[in-house]
């Protein structure tokens, strides 16, 4: 479950910087509130669903689409492109010995509801378990206004517990102090490459 849950937050968290040379789309804004996102992925039958509370300036901060690969060097290929409606990610980044390709189709209205469809292969992982093709779905649809108890820039996990988007991007997650693994660059909205077994 762990795993999953980490996959599923990767896939929509990114660490980068948005004016690296590849990037030259513009990342869709979504519509300020509670957007409730739910990922599917063929390593686990159990759905995850997590509530994610955005403002404008957490959504620039934690966007659609990905910014980029952090660290220069880590993805030998990084594309982002808009096609009609829907945007596209390509990617092959390699880290920790491992060679990730990925490919993303995230298509939808930013203000109710989109999707990410995406592909992710993993080879020479120095974790077997890690390796092979995962695909995943993620949904994510607007609810409306953040309750309460959830701030811009929070995110409620499936247990319950709330964390700042911050401390999930990367595939970095330490909601309780402890380090969770490394991941790929992942975009935030979903699209990237995350490892899949310790990665929105």
């Given at each position: 479950m762990k795993k999953v849950i980490l996959l599923g937050v990767a896939l929509t968290a990114l660490a980068g910087c948005d004016k690296l040379p590849f990037f030259k789309v513009t990342s869709p804004p979504r519509k300020a509130g509670l957007w409730e996102q739910t990922v599917q992925s063929?390593?686990?039958p159990t759905p995850i669903v997590t509530q994610w509370c955005f403002d404008a300036d957490s959504d620039k901060r934690s966007p659609?689409?990905?910014?980029?690969p952090?660290?220069?060097?880590?993805?030998?290929?990084?594309?982002?492109?808009?096609?009609g409606d829907?945007?596209?990610?390509?990617?092959?980044?390699?880290?920790?010995?491992?060679?990730?390709?990925?490919?993303?189709?995230?298509?939808?209205?930013?203000?109710?509801k989109y999707t990410i469809n995406s592909t992710v292969d993993v080879s020479n992982s120095p974790d077997?378990?890690?390796?092979?093709?995962?695909?995943?779905?993620i949904t994510a649809v607007y609810k409306g206004d953040c309750?309460?108890?959830?701030?811009?820039?929070q995110v409620r996990l499936p247990t319950g517990e709330v964390v700042e988007m911050a401390q999930l991007r990367g595939g970095m997650m330490r909601p309780s102090g402890g380090q969770g693994g490394n991941a790929a660059p992942a975009p935030a909205g979903n699209a990237?490459?995350?490892?899949?077994?310790?990665?929105?």
């Open positions: 063929d390593r686990s659609v689409l990905p910014k980029g952090r660290r220069a060097g880590l993805c030998q290929k990084f594309a982002v492109a808009k096609n829907s945007y596209t990610v390509d990617s092959s980044c390699s880290f920790t010995g491992a060679t990730m390709t990925s490919h993303a189709v995230i298509s939808g209205d930013f203000t109710s077997p378990a890690r390796n092979g093709e995962h695909k995943t779905t309750p309460s108890d959830l701030s811009p820039g990237a490459p995350a490892p899949p077994a310790g990665g929105q």
